[in-house]
Structures are given as structure tokens and as C-alpha cells.
């Protein structure tokens, strides 16, 4: 029998990471049609609230199912409001290692969500788990991405070389598929000590997504 992770809902100081409803749909059309998700993810577009919503109900539950890894919703504590989503995902429990991805809606960015949510499911990850690597991928442009990967305390361990296809506008306004390279991004168990302090002081970073 695969092994699955439980269908949690984790808790920090500002945010609530659940399992997706299907009342999410239409919160999530709109932020996957962003053009930075667009830009540097597989999402389809333009991204429907048919696509939201087999996504909810079909894919992203298939993620746990499967034993592959778990997808959480991020909302905020306060208002509830859908603030962008965690992805584990290639999930190999031999070896204790899980890899993560993200989306940020453009109008919460900018607040350190991001960073936010990615410690959570971490320290989850490590602590609760018991795995002992996370993973984190970001195209070589998606610099805004990289600032979390530093943020949370990530190490940088090298370059995929041509490995990854982001979409760019073109001079008439559509979009065109164009190669870049991959920064592979690694977190320890042992990486987390210190980050906690960093996280008090508020940042300015961009959390733009990295949804691979």
C-alpha cells in the first residue's frame, strides 16, 4: 500500500494551509491567469474555472492519493481569503525527501507569504514527518522566487542546464515558449535553526511563483 501523508491543515501567525474546497474555484482561475504564474509555471491559459476546478477535486487530491505528495490551499487567518497554494510534490519516502512549489496571488505579494507558508510546511515536513530534505527549483529568472528560496535559509547546490520552459510575451502581445536554465535549491532539518528569528522582521520581498 503507498504510503500517504495525512489531510492536514496547518497553522501559523497570519495564514491557514488546508485542503482545497471547490468554493476556492474561482480565487484560483484568477491567480493562475496572472501573468507571472504564466509566466514562469505550466498552468494553462487562459486558466478557466473548469481548470480550477478539476484541479481541486481531481488533481490535487490525486497528489496525496497517490503518494506523491500533499497540495494545500493558503488563506489568510483573518479574512479567509485565498492567498496562493504549497505543492509538495515528487515525493521519495526511502529517502525522505520531498520537493516544494508555490503561488502567490499578485495582490498579496510583497508581505513575505510566501516564506511564510514555506517554513510551515517544513517544519511540518521535518518535525512531524520526519523527512530530512526539501527541495525547491526556480528558473534562472524568477529572481523574486530565489529571494525566498535564500530567505527561508535554502542552500544553492547548482545549475540544470536548459531544463525548464517559461513563457515570455512577444512584441504582439501573445505569449512564446522559451527555455531557461534551473537553479536546484536544498533545505535540511538542520537549516531551519535561526531562521525563525529572520522571519520576525517583516520583509519586502516579492514572492512571485515558482509553480514547476
Not at 514562469?40 to 473548469?50: D, F, G, I, N, Q
Not at 485565498?82 to 499578485?106: C, F, M, Q, W
Request: proline content about 5%.
Amino acid at each position: 500500500m503507498t504510503s500517504t501523508f495525512p489531510n492536514i491543515s496547518i497553522s501559523t501567525e497570519r495564514l491557514v494551509l488546508r485542503p482545497f474546497d471547490e468554493d476556492d474555484a474561482p480565487a484560483l482561475a484568477e491567480m493562475m491567469n496572472d501573468e507571472q504564474v504564466v509566466a514562469w509555471t505550466s498552468v494553462p491559459h487562459p486558466c478557466t474555472e473548469a481548470h480550477a476546478h478539476e484541479w481541486i477535486t481531481r488533481s490535487a487530491p490525486g497528489e496525496r492519493t497517490r503518494g506523491r505528495g500533499i497540495v494545500l490551499a493558503v488563506t489568510e487567518f483573518l479574512t479567509q481569503r485565498l492567498v496562493g497554494i504549497v505543492h509538495l510534490k515528487n515525493t521519495d519516502r526511502r529517502i525522505r525527501s520531498s520537493e516544494i512549489a508555490y503561488v502567490i496571488a499578485p495582490w498579496a505579494r510583497g508581505e513575505g507569504y510566501a516564506s511564510e507558508a514555506t517554513l510551515a510546511i517544513a517544519e511540518w515536513l521535518f518535525h512531524d514527518q520526519k523527512f530530512e530534505r526539501l527541495e525547491l527549483r526556480t528558473a534562472a529568472g524568477n529572481t523574486a522566487s530565489q529571494q525566498v528560496a535564500q530567505k527561508i535559509g535554502c542552500i544553492s547546490e547548482g545549475v540544470l542546464r536548459n531544463a525548464w520552459i517559461a513563457r515570455a510575451r512577444t512584441g504582439n502581445g501573445s505569449w512564446t515558449e522559451v527555455r531557461t536554465d534551473v537553479i536546484v535549491w536544498s533545505l535540511l532539518p538542520e537549516d531551519l535553526a535561526g531562521v525563525g528569528e529572520q522571519q520576525a522582521d517583516p520583509d519586502g520581498f516579492t514572492s512571485y511563483p515558482d509553480w514547476n
